[in-house]
């Protein structure tokens, strides 16, 4: 199962904001353009990044798959408005209400065209991520992943007698899983990585880590 369009498009949305260095001045504006909406003091002063207020606006129905009016808002507050308003405009075309969508009509050439031309992730800010933030997305997850290394390493495509190699030389489940993510890393397309590991995460039923790391992807560091 591959991410959808529109969890892709709020993905993109993350990245753009969290990798700008006007990330705080960013989210105080629109916490303040959606206070209305979000319509709790508790639940307002708990948003410290983009990937809590896009939480908190799709529990109160104002984002949505069928509606991401709220998202122009927040692309507007970005230097690359022009771009990200583009995918914006492109996922609006593209997208299918749900009450009307007919998962099992797909035609030939709209499968051939979502497998080759992935334009949400074609030009995703993650060739701009900081050493430092990628360290600790893979921080994350050699600390948590635990016994599960070996379902994320099949989920991430590794060959088995490299996964039975890393199990045979290393001691610790801290260190295994480290091994697994160098060996991904050095393979893995660098626009495309997060993606990819957010997926096998989630196919490893560690939905939790996958929160984790989105959180620290909408983080300025």
């Not at 700008?20 to 319509?39: A, V």
């Not at 990044?49 to 709220?70: G, P």
Request: charged share 30%; glycine share 2%.
């Amino acid at each position: 199962m591959t991410l959808s369009e529109y969890a892709q498009l709020k993905q993109y949305i993350i990245f753009s904001v969290g990798s700008n260095e006007r990330h705080s001045e960013i989210i105080s504006s629109m916490k303040e353009f959606f206070r209305d909406s979000i319509n709790s003091v508790r639940k307002f002063e708990q948003i410290n990044n983009i990937n809590q207020l896009l939480k908190i606006l799709e529990i109160r129905d104002v984002l949505s798959e069928d509606n991401v009016e709220c998202l122009k808002n927040i692309a507007m507050k970005l230097p690359n408005s022009r771009d990200v308003l583009q995918k914006i405009a492109d996922y609006e075309k593209e997208h299918v209400p749900r009450e009307y969508a007919n998962y099992y009509a797909a035609k030939p050439q709209d499968l051939k065209k979502k497998g080759s031309d992935d334009s949400y992730i074609s030009t995703s800010p993650l060739s701009n991520m900081s050493k430092r933030k990628k360290q600790r997305i893979f921080d994350t997850i050699t600390q948590e992943i635990g016994s599960f290394w070996r379902d994320l390493a099949r989920n991430l495509q590794v060959r088995e007698w490299v996964i039975d190699d890393i199990d045979f030389q290393n001691q610790t489940l801290h260190v295994k899983a480290t091994k697994l993510l160098e060996v991904y890393d050095s393979k893995a397309d660098p626009q495309r990585w997060f993606f990819i590991l957010c997926e096998a995460l989630e196919k490893s039923r560690r939905k939790d880590l996958v929160r984790s790391i989105q959180d620290i992807m909408a983080m300025n560091i």
